[in-house]
């Protein structure tokens, strides 16, 4: 049985035909760039969100890169974020002209409010609370924080769209909320797209003419300012699958569900839900200490998986400036060896994800002879 990785083509079957027809009026009347559907799509993210407001924008970086502009945050300034995330968390702060600080993470792969606290200075503005994996970053810690030391708080919600933290969406916590529509994240367009969420008035003004030439009206220019707007095209698909992203962040979950119970007890960390949390599985990592062994074995029995993500920011080349060195954050650095991404996508059968449960087993079943790692206990 083969499982890739992911499928678009299967996501797209079924919905195709009325993308189609919604792009073909487009092109009819010619409106591509921030037009109606851009307009419908945020008033719609926003409800979802249960945001005052949503702002469509280039991509997911931007959203980040604006939220720090929109803030005052530049040259002098320091962001704190988490150092296993997509690069993008970091690299939109040295963008912006500050200095990315990193603070260790939990085994749920999101940042440890405790190691966020250490890493403050007197130029920290503000941190990045990525939440990783769909899986909401501990935010009643982090905003208790962000009061105590006068910060600002910016979610990185690019893998987690419909998640929801003690009942409240996602987007809604910080001062905005910043998501991906790149293909590969769970509600995405046929190219890059990005949305901001806030409920704050004077920076939704503010995003409103800086990701758009800085304009206040047509010809009227207030600030100097970026091009970063939402395609009306990308939009218009956009609205066509936020129909069906309910139904597939349910059947990410079953998936999740089949493999929390197939693999309990196994040598292994599995991701869980906490009581309080709704995690949209934008990847299911479990952290193995034969993750190079397996993710072979899985290969060779048609599994496609991956590594999220095989080298940390921080010890990315672009990061060398900043000067951290391997060993700095040891959470991060034990989980680089250990974690596979199993193959979850709403498309994905039962059949399928059985599957790969029975390989794993069959794999494990192999080494059973073989010593005990004490990554589970670890792993508590
Ligand atoms: C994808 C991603 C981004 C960047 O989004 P783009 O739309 O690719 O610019 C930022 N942060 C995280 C955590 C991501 O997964």
Redesign the pocket.
């Known amino acids: 049985m083969k499982v890739p990785y992911i499928s678009l083509g299967l996501q797209h079957a079924p919905i195709k035909a009325e993308i189609l027809k919604r792009i073909e009026k487009l092109f009819d009347t010619g409106q591509f760039i921030l037009g109606e559907e851009v307009q419908t799509f945020e008033k719609r993210f926003a409800k979802l969100s249960q945001t005052k407001y949503a702002l469509g924008v280039a991509?997911?970086?931007?959203?980040?890169f604006l939220s720090m502009l929109a803030l005052g945050i530049g040259k002098g300034d320091e962001v704190i974020t988490a150092p296993n995330?997509?690069l993008?968390?970091a690299s939109?702060i040295a963008l912006i002209g500050a200095t990315p600080v990193f603070a260790d993470i939990r085994d749920d792969f999101n940042l440890d409010p405790a190691k966020v606290e250490k890493a403050i200075t007197s130029k920290t503005k503000a941190i990045i609370a990525?939440h990783?994996t769909g899986r909401p970053a501990p935010m009643d810690e982090l905003l208790q924080m962000a009061k105590k030391y006068n910060l600002h708080i910016i979610e990185?919600a690019?893998?987690a769209v419909g998640a929801e933290y003690k009942n409240k969406p996602v987007g809604g916590f910080g001062i905005t909320g910043?998501f991906?529509?790149?293909p590969?994240?769970n509600l995405s367009a046929a190219g890059?797209?990005?949305m901001i969420t806030t409920n704050d008035d004077k920076v939704y003004q503010y995003l409103v003419k800086a990701r758009n030439h800085g304009l206040k009206s047509r010809d009227e220019c207030e600030l100097w300012s970026y091009n970063s707007r939402l395609d009306n095209l990308q939009a218009a698909i956009l609205n066509v699958k936020l129909n069906e992203l309910d139904k597939w962040t349910l059947r990410r979950r079953e998936i999740a569900s089949v493999y929390q119970q197939k693999l309990k007890g196994l040598d292994m960390v599995v991701p869980l839900d906490k009581s309080y949390e709704k995690a949209v599985y934008?990847t299911f990592i479990i952290q193995t200490p034969y993750r190079n062994e397996l993710q072979k074995f899985l290969l060779e029995n048609e599994i496609e998986t991956k590594v999220h993500y095989p080298i940390p920011i921080y010890l990315q080349e672009a990061a060398k400036s900043l000067g951290y060195k391997k060993g700095d954050f040891p959470v991060t650095d034990r989980q680089v060896e250990t974690i596979l991404s199993l193959p979850v996508f709403a498309e994905l059968t039962n059949q399928q994800a059985n599957y790969v449960c029975d390989k794993i087993i069959e794999f494990y079943t192999s080494k059973k002879s073989g010593t005990k790692t004490n990554l589970s206990a670890a792993g508590k």
Do not use: P, R
């Open positions: 991509n997911g970086t931007d959203a980040l995330s997509y993008a968390s939109s990525v990783l990185d690019a893998q910043c991906s529509l790149h590969l994240k890059d797209g990005g934008h």
